[in-house]
């Protein structure tokens, strides 16, 4: 399993603790500082890689799953990484990926602030995303996924939208909806696709 834009890849070892063998890739140095150290301080060791994930310097056909938890799946050109994703899994290998919904993109000031109960910038020519803090971020909506994924040659297993639980009081993902609007609209998308043999056209 290869985890894309790892950080500091305590997804990875979450999943080693429970018997898989990862391979965590990250470009930030400091990122992977805080991995090693993680590592050493609960027993858990596994390959991290300093490299940007729509460049990985590890053979084609490497891995059967490739994951990303808020890393590749929102820091990265998804045109760029699924197609690296791609690259490194086998045939009928797994992608797993997860990211802010659509929809609380959509509602999110671009300052600081919680998500809206009003659309707060259009849907069209949302694929990149600049926030007023300096940060970019990619957003393609559900049909523009959808074309990524195809053209690399996936087939959409799943797309599970997630919404805080019933009962919820103070559920809060980097800072950006209340509890009362993650009850009533997805604040987070999960995405799992499998490869395919051949990649199809758009």
Known sequence: MVELGCGTAYFSGWLAGRGARPVGVD?????????????????????????????????????????????????????????????????????????NSVLVTLCVPDEEGYAERSLM???????????????????PGHGEWIRILATNGFVVEALHELYAPEGAQTHEYYDVATADWARQWPVEDLWAARKSGTAASA
């Open 27 to 99: 470009v930030t140095p400091a990122q992977l500082d805080t991995a090693r150290r993680c590592q050493e301080q609960f027993g858990v060791s596994f390959p991290l890689i300093e490299a940007d994930a729509q460049d990985v310097p590890l053979p084609s056909a490497s891995f059967d799953m490739a994951v990303s938890e808020y890393g590749a799946s929102l820091w990265c050109d998804p045109y760029r990484w699924v197609a690296e994703a791609a690259r490194l899994l086998r045939p009928d290998g797994r992608l797993v990926f997860l990211t």
């Open 121 to 139: 910038r259009p849907q069209r020519g949302m694929y990149r995303v600049q926030w007023s803090t300096g940060g970019v971020e990619f957003h």
